[in-house]
């Protein structure tokens, strides 16, 4: 993992210099130094080599024992996110959303995520900053079960304010080719689970900013009795890693398909996994969402559609399964600690257009 740093500012009648320009290269190596007990953390057996190099290595030798390996990849980033944890000055959590936005995807189609590299933005090095997030970064690839195998951090001072920052990651995966979930093995009475998301996760951040602090007039140092904290505290709640637990369904039942519920809400992902003559039913009157969906839909009168297309809504993961797995998918989620319980069918689209519905009303 690689960085560079920008921190002086030009002086008159000095030369031209890499300095002079705005970067710091001792800042930046700095912050190698820093999160460099971090990033040993976030390995796997098949990680060669160490900290520095121009590129992460990683036997793939390890994948002879697939008849048919197929590698999955996947990146993302946590969008504005990012400035609820600059306004707060916490910068330690926001690598675990970035985690789990990309190895979530990943699982989607059963791959087990094998390693990432992230890229990190700044305006300006802050060593410790820096070493704050890749700590989120790497603590989150153990919480996923992949290697942190390198990343850049990269300064553009003349682009960013010098408190700006930006993140963003990639994954590798691998699953064996007969194995891939997805929507051509998901039948007719087919059963949805739903498991529930930690929070907002990392989706619909420029709507909730705007409601509640725009319209709503909030700080993100006030206390709210429903949410038990701090409005600044439930937004950089961490975005729940649901790989390893996906994983441990694979192997414990049947899967037909697993759904990560990101921006577009339920429906829409949901649908990103039903075969074109199948239609999944979700029964909202099954999970009531957590008090934040609540607070954004009543501070903006964000209506419910508006709310449903935006934000996860209380369900993170989706995974349909047969109806003879759900006794076992459930307990084996309960033994993880995950909260998930039945939602909804397949069944027939017969004249319907869309691919999912939602139906009732969540309990009050």
Request: aromatic share 4%.
């Amino acid at each position: 993992m690689s960085a560079e740093s920008f921190e002086r500012a030009p002086q008159e009648g000095t030369s031209a210099s890499y300095a002079a320009a705005g970067v710091d290269i001792e800042a930046g190596d700095r912050a190698v130094d820093l999160m460099k007990q971090w990033v040993k953390k976030a390995t796997r057996p098949e990680v060669v080599g160490g900290l520095g190099g121009f590129a992460g290595l990683f036997d793939a030798s390890a994948l002879k024992r697939y008849e048919r390996p197929l590698l999955a990849s996947a990146t993302d980033g946590v969008g504005t996110k990012v400035d609820i944890a600059r306004r707060m000055g916490v910068y330690d959590t926001i690598g675990h959303d970035l985690v789990g936005m990309v190895v979530d995807d990943l699982v989607v189609c059963g791959a087990e995520p094998l390693f990432m590299t992230d890229y990190i933005c700044v305006g300006k090095v802050y060593p410790e900053r820096v070493a704050a997030i890749v700590k989120g970064i790497a603590e989150g690839c153990v919480l996923a079960g992949c290697a942190l195998v390198g990343g850049e951090t990269a300064e553009h001072p003349g682009l960013l304010g010098a408190d700006d920052f930006d993140v963003a990651g990639a994954g590798t995966g691998v699953v064996e080719a007969d194995r891939v979930l997805g929507a051509d093995r998901i039948r007719t009475g087919d059963v949805v689970l739903a498991m529930a998301s930690s929070g907002l996760h990392s989706n619909g951040y420029s709507l909730v900013r705007h409601v509640l602090f725009d319209r709503a007039g909030m700080s993100l140092d006030q206390r709210v009795e429903e949410l038990g904290r701090t409005v600044g505290e439930e937004l950089l709640e961490p975005t729940k890693i649901y790989s390893l637990d996906c994983l441990a369904l694979t192997r414990t039942t049947d899967v037909h398909a697993f759904s990560h519920i990101t921006g577009g809400g339920l429906a829409n992902n949901l649908a990103r996994v039903i075969p074109d003559h199948l239609h999944a039913t979700v029964d909202r009157s099954t999970w009531t969402p957590g008090a934040v969906f609540d607070l954004v839909g009543k501070a903006g009168q964000v209506e419910r559609p508006e709310l449903e297309k935006t934000l996860n809504m209380g369900v993170g993961m989706i995974a349909v399964v047969p109806p003879e797995s759900v006794d076992v998918a459930l307990a084996t989620l309960a033994d993880r600690g995950v909260d998930a319980w039945v939602s909804g069918e397949i069944v027939e689209r017969g004249a319907r257009t869309e691919a999912v519905t939602l139906t009732g009303d969540h309990p009050a």
